[in-house]
């Protein structure tokens, strides 16, 4: 951080992200680079250091960022960063103000989710072999799709957050508040086969991954980068190269439950979001469906 404020509290940064806000790894990294980059802008624009930052050197920073070609979106995350940062520093009475108060975070125009459509989950989850590897992989499309966790949770889950008898997965998202998310029964049987026929054949040559829900050849936790090689290879197999990521999936979950008439209050609650703003983009792709509906079948459309 900038002067000494970064050096000598990054470390202290990271686990208050970690632990306090329950950030992901890769979200606690980008957040402490986005806050060492603000530094160096300071320390060329002026010679400040963090603790001196005022709200001019923020919109500053920001319009730098959007007139350098920055998306909007880098430029919200930036600002989040900023400003989950300068509350850490208020929380522990470095800064009397924060310099981020009353900066506001540009609109973005929301992308389309990528999604499969029922048939080439279908597909895709009739793939995996009856193998240990084969059972493990089913497993973990199944409940991918079934549930909607994301990536982080799934590498994140134990045996213990399973419940096949009454059939749901408990997880802890992205800010620190458990959830229950129920399985349908391909799922159920999919996770029954796994952990009590694949699982221990995998485990049992590994130390560290015993309590490890989804484990790899070497029994240790599964890793991000192994999920998203497992999809790659199922991809090319149902012919979707490209297309298929643990993102993928999740949204697939979430349009398929709205377009067979899920509430999004409820499907807020299920897919873990803070704000349901972030769930309505989902609305998008069913009222597209709806217009597609209509002018293919309306006879003065």
């Not at 430029?75 to 929380?91: C, E, G, H, I, Q």
């Not at 989950?121 to 966790?149: F, N, Q």
């Not at 790659?232 to 349009?255: D, H």
Request: aromatic share 8%.
């Amino acid at each position: 951080m900038g002067s000494n404020v970064m050096h000598e509290y990054s470390k202290d940064f990271s686990e208050y992200l970690s632990k306090r806000k329950n950030m992901s790894p890769n979200t606690v990294s980008a957040y402490s680079r986005d806050v060492t980059e603000f530094s160096a802008f300071l320390a060329e624009k002026s010679g400040a250091g963090l603790k001196e930052a005022s709200n001019t050197d923020i919109v500053a920073y920001l319009f730098k960022l959007k007139t350098g070609g920055k998306s909007a979106a880098t430029v919200n995350r930036k600002t989040a960063s900023l400003r989950t940062f300068y509350n850490y520093l208020l929380d522990l009475s470095y800064i009397t103000s924060n310099p981020t108060v009353n900066i506001k975070s540009p609109k973005i125009t929301r992308k389309e989710p990528e999604y499969l459509t029922i048939e080439e989950v279908d597909v895709l989850l009739s793939l995996p072999d009856d193998s240990v590897k084969g059972v493990r992989d089913r497993a973990i499309l199944e409940i991918l799709y079934a549930t909607g966790i994301r990536v982080s949770e799934i590498i994140k889950a134990d045996v213990e957050d399973v419940n096949l008898r009454m059939g749901f997965v408990t997880c802890t998202g992205e800010f620190g508040k458990a959830r229950i998310i129920p399985m349908g029964r391909p799922a159920r049987a999919a996770m029954e086969e796994y952990i009590f026929e694949a699982r221990p054949k995998l485990a049992k040559t590994g130390q560290n991954g015993n309590q490890a829900l989804f484990v790899n050849y070497m029994g240790e936790r599964i890793t991000r980068q192994g999920l998203w090689k497992l999809l790659k290879e199922y991809a090319k197999l149902a012919g979707v190269n490209g297309k298929i990521t643990p993102q993928t999936l999740r949204n697939s979950f979430a349009v398929h439950m709205i377009q067979n008439g899920a509430d999004l209050k409820s499907l807020q609650e299920l897919l873990g979001h803070e704000d349901i703003s972030a769930t309505q983009v989902y609305l998008s792709v069913t009222k597209n469906r709806i217009k597609d509906v209509y002018d293919r079948t309306h006879p003065r459309a």
